[in-house]
T-cell receptor, first 115, second 115 residues
Framework: AQTVTQSQPEMSVQEAETVTLSCTYDTSESDYYLFWYKQPPSRQMILVIR??????QNATENRFSVNFQKAAKSFSLKISDSQLGDAAMYFC????????????FGKGTKLTVNP | GAGVSQSPSNKVTEKGKDVELRCDPISGHTALYWYRQRLGQGLEFLIY????????KSGLPSDRFSAERTGESVSTLTIQRTQQEDSAVYLC?????????????FGSGTRLTVV
């Protein structure tokens, strides 16, 4: 079974600075998808960024980018120019189509943004 | 609808009572998922629907938990004889059946408190 590990329960960053959240996963599959979701206090999970494992190019969405290291099974999220609204729980998730057909989540990292 | 709708938003119940949690997915999303999120924890998979059938119920923690879906639309998660350990946020998500690898759209969840 696939597992996702987020080793940083909490992180903090100064407004306008850059922070990187770590995620590692375990799978024997070669074709899969990885996601970062943000969960603000409103509880709604918001998709931040998505990576297809067969693509070597790292995904980017505005201030959010990933460092995808397939051999190392690592998928970190970099947030540039951090804003107060970025404060939230961030969850890394794994999906393999053809397997369990469900997203598997890590335990999350709580990000605090200091003004 | 425009988004995934869950009701009630919050529910307080006495130990031993039954509760029903409702999820209205995005119109046209035939795949529907239920997750449980205990305080400070990640998302724990409960059950997955494809149309009105549930190919994967592996996450339901006990026979007190059941779920159904009708009309390839609304889903209800029922917890019988609630226990204090059932206290959690219950999140519902939906996706197109052929594009779960694009990520799910989540609702805002139901916070269940068993007293």
């Amino acid at each position: 079974a696939q597992t996702v590990t987020q080793s940083q329960p909490e992180m903090s960053v100064q407004e306008a600075e850059t922070v990187t959240l770590s995620c590692t996963y375990d799978t024997s599959e070669s074709d899969y998808y990885l996601f970062w979701y943000k969960q603000p206090p409103s509880r709604q999970m918001i998709l931040v960024i998505r990576q297809e494992a067969y693509k070597q190019q790292n995904a980017t969405e505005n201030r959010f980018s990933v460092n995808f290291q397939k051999a190392a099974k690592s998928f970190s999220l970099k947030i540039s120019d951090s804003q107060l609204g970025d404060a939230a729980m961030y969850f890394c998730a794994f999906f393999y189509q053809g397997g369990s057909e469900k997203l598997v989540f890590g335990k999350g990292t709580k990000l605090t943004v200091n003004p | 609808g425009a988004g995934v709708s869950q009701s009630p938003s919050n529910k307080v119940t006495e130990k031993g009572k039954d509760v029903e949690l409702r999820c209205d997915p995005i119109s046209g999303h035939t795949a529907l998922y239920w997750y449980r999120q205990r305080l400070g924890q990640g998302l724990e998979f409960l059950i997955y629907f494809q149309g009105n059938s549930a190919p994967d119920k592996s996450g339901l923690p006990s026979d007190r938990f059941s779920a159904e879906r009708t009309g390839e639309s609304v889903s209800t998660l029922t917890i019988q004889r609630t226990q204090q350990e059932d206290s959690a946020v219950y999140l519902c998500a939906s996706s197109f059946w052929d594009r779960p690898n694009y990520g799910y759209t989540f609702g805002s969840g139901t916070r269940l408190t068993v007293v």
